[in-house]
């Protein structure tokens, strides 16, 4: 049996650490999106936009977050309903 409440606060913290790395990168190194548009998904995508300010990064760290409880609680949903 997953314990859901440490779960969600671990997988929180993480997705928390890795997209205030990943604005950080962004903000220090802007064309970082048209490179990763470029090797990782193999398009080509032209960003002009300027959505680094301080409101769009806690919305964005809020809908993460969201995004992160709803997939671990499913995650552990069906991991303890399933049995083995």
């Given at each position: 049996m997953i314990n859901l409440k440490h779960l969600i606060k671990v997988?929180?913290?993480w997705v928390s650490i890795v997209y205030t790395i990943c604005f950080?990168?962004?903000a220090i190194y802007p064309?970082?999106?048209e490179l990763f548009m470029r090797?990782?998904?193999h398009t080509d995508v032209s960003f002009k936009s300027?959505?680094?300010n301080f409101g769009y990064f806690i919305s964005g760290l809020v809908i993460w977050n969201i995004v992160t409880i709803l997939a671990v609680w499913l995650f552990a949903a069906l991991f303890n309903k399933i049995k083995k």
């Open positions: 997988a929180s913290a950080a990168g962004v064309p970082s999106r090797f990782s998904l300027d959505f680094l």
